[in-house]
Each structure stands twice: as C-alpha cells, then as structure tokens.
Antibody
C-alpha cells in the first residue's frame, strides 16, 4: 500500500522558518518525481514545488520562489520542504504527493498524503 | 484568480448528467498539455479521477469521463449519486509559469 505521511507543520510567526518532511513507502521512491501542493482554508489546491527523481530538475511556483527549497533523500525515501520568510499567505494545508513521471514536468498527482497544517500568525 | 477557470458550482438531481468545464489558455490546455481531474470529498485529500484528459484510474467508476478540446476541458458525470457530492478540480501544465496549475474548483451539489 502506498503511504505518504507529512510532518513538521505548526504555528509559526511571520518571517520565521519551518521544515516539512514526507515519509514515503509502498512504491519505488526514486522512480518518480515528488511534489508539494498546498491548499489554503476554503481554497483550491496550489502547486508549490516539484523535484525530479534524481533531484536534477527542481521547479517552484512563483509565489514561493527564493523562499522555499525542496529536497529529497532517495536512500531514506523522504521528501522535504524548507520554508523561509513565511507570511500569512503561506497558511495552508501542505500535501506531499507522488508525481506520475520521473521528470518533474507534466505530472498528475497520485496519491496524496493527509497533509500537514502550516499556520503563519503572530 | 486561478489560471484555469471553473464554474464555482453545479448541481443536478440523482440520476442526471452534469458537466464541469475547465477553461485555460494558449500556455496550458491550448498548448496541448494534458488535463487531469481530481475529486475532493469533505475533509479528505484530493484524489485523481481522470488523468491524461480521458483516462480513468482503476477503481474509478465509468460514470466519470473527461474530454479536451482547444483551450478547454470538461468532466462529465452521469447517473448522479449522492456520494458524488464533492469539490472537483482540473489541473494542467503551464509553460509560461513552468509549473502545474489548478482550477479554482467546482462544488457539485446533488439535489
């Protein structure tokens, strides 16, 4: 059974940092790109970042470029998102999701984890 | 404002057919990139319903179908059931943004 389990969310003050992690099992992790998708309360999903199977290609949404860093550890079947300079606009449920391809572009996303909530507030 | 435009809501009676549109532009759907559809039940993560414009993952009912034409795509649901009440999202790739984009979502109400 494929499982993606996010962790690391919480309440953080504006301007501070947070690091999310996703533990993966049930498929060959280094065969696929991985992505982070977030969903603000009452809003639709927003793709945040993706990383190719070998970490050679990384992509970010404009809204997080320069502030967020995605990484993966294929030896540990884990995905990470380092989030710096957080603002209220980053408040959302952050999902880890498996891409459909090894390359980072043109993916669909399946499955998704249960999400980890990030709340940015003073 | 989402890059892909969906109607905020649609509704239908049990047994009826409804369609949900997803309108993009020349940098995403119109450029030939595939459209994928997700269903999100209350309190759960989105689940892929249609991938590659018209393909259903195993386990997804054949009451769901997808199509793409020009700069738009559609999701059709036939034989509406109460359990279909959910939020539906389209997703594609955008070459001007160099990343994936989602529609704003459509809430389906089964009357």
């Amino acid at each position: 059974e494929v499982q993606l389990v996010e962790s690391g969310g919480g309440l953080v003050q504006p301007g501070r940092s947070l690091r999310l992690s996703c533990a993966v099992s049930g498929f060959i992790f280094d065969d696929y790109a991985m992505h982070w998708v977030r969903q603000a309360p009452g809003k639709g999903p927003e793709w945040v970042s993706g990383i190719s199977w070998n970490s050679y290609k990384i992509a970010y949404a404009d809204s997080v470029k320069g502030r967020f860093t995605i990484s993966r550890d294929n030896a540990k079947n884990s995905l990470h998102l380092q989030m710096n300079s957080l603002s209220a606009e980053d408040t959302a449920l952050y999902y880890c999701t498996k891409g459909s391809l090894a390359a980072v572009d043109f993916n669909w996303f399946d499955p998704w984890g249960q999400g980890t909530l990030v709340t940015v507030s003073s | 404002q989402s890059v892909l435009t969906q109607p905020p809501s649609v509704s239908g009676a049990p047994g009826q057919r409804v369609t949900i549109s997803c309108t993009g532009s020349s940098s995403n759907i119109g450029a030939g990139y595939d459209v994928h559809w997700y269903q999100q039940l209350p309190g759960t993560a989105p689940k892929v319903l249609i991938y590659g414009n018209r393909n259903r993952p195993s386990g997804v009912s054949d009451r769901f179908s997808g199509s793409r034409s020009g700069t738009s795509a559609s999701l059709a649901i036939t034989g509406l059931q109460a359990e279909d009440e959910a939020d539906y999202y389209c997703q594609s790739y955008d070459n001007s943004l160099s990343g994936s984009v989602f529609g704003g979502g459509t809430k389906l109400t089964v009357l």
